[in-house]
């Protein structure tokens, strides 16, 4: 298979580094908002919940992080994008110790650089093995 | 409770990722990134049913992770949903037949193994 172009690659940087800011301040968001808060699983509970303006936040950055992921999964593979996006789990563990001020144990950091060397090597690997429908044509 | 509620969302989240990266695949490659086209990508998608599926199963995943976030500390929650993670990767090979190169295999082995450390 011939090597990505160059557009390809930038777009799919591009993307995926909205994807994981998306996912990462989504779930920062929503945490501030559910903190020490027991949600009752009812509809009246969530309902409530979602008047939170953090949540409300939280979850607009979600529904960007789904769209935009999904748009990088039309020509990437699944198992490409979810090694290379989970970059986003060592920044939400960042994120909840400098903001949310959370204890990070040893162990966790350990599992950041797992992460990091993972994400290193998926990430070295081609976007696409598996044929896809083309649109608006142009070439592969 | 918390083991509970993250065994459904890894099981409701690796149904979801899958079928939209299937509904994906076969939509093909987004080229156009204008408001207009864009929009028109998402008219299309709301009608497929893989998609609406996929949407659905995220509802309950989205709904459990609520619940796991108002008893447990962020750093544990997110990287506790990502049981799905090796399931996914391996289904992608055997589903979606992605070639999962011994580089990406390793790659994806550490990730998992860094989450689970994470999830401590």
């Known amino acids: 298979m ?27 968001f929503l945490s501030l908002g559910l903190k020490n808060r027991i949600v009752h699983v009812s509809p009246a509970a969530f309902l409530e919940v979602l008047f939170n303006p953090w949540i ?3 979850v607009a950055l979600l529904i960007l992080w789904l769209l935009s992921r999904m748009a990088l999964l039309s020509w990437a593979d699944l198992s490409y994008v979810l090694p290379v996006t989970s970059i986003g789990y060592v920044l939400t563990v960042v994120f909840g110790r400098v903001f949310l001020f959370e204890d990070v144990s040893w162990w966790r950091w350990l599992g950041v650089l797992l992460i990091t060397a993972g994400v290193a090597l998926v990430g070295a690997t081609p976007l696409r093995t598996v044929r896809r429908r083309m649109r608006q044509g142009g070439s592969r | 409770m918390k083991w509970a509620l993250v065994a459904v969302i890894a099981a409701a989240t690796t149904a979801a990722e899958l079928m939209q990266s299937h509904a994906m695949k076969h939509h093909g490659e987004i080229r156009d990134f204008r408001p207009g086209a864009l929009g028109g990508v998402l008219a299309r998608l709301v009608r497929n049913r893989w998609v609406l599926a996929s949407v659905a199963l995220l509802a309950v995943s989205f709904c459990a992770f609520l619940a796991l976030l108002s008893e447990a500390d962020l750093s ?35 990730v998992a193994v860094g989450v689970f450390l994470v999830a401590l």
């Open chain 1, 2 to 28: 011939r090597k990505p172009s160059a557009r390809l690659r930038f777009k799919t940087r591009v993307l995926t580094a909205v994807v994981v800011a998306a996912n990462v301040l989504g779930n920062v």
């Open chain 1, 56 to 58: 409300t936040l939280g």
């Open chain 2, 76 to 110: 544990f929650a997110v990287p506790a949903t990502a049981l799905s993670y090796v399931l996914e990767t391996v289904f992608a090979k055997y589903l979606l037949k992605e070639r999962v190169s011994p580089r990406r295999g390793l790659g994806a082995a550490l």
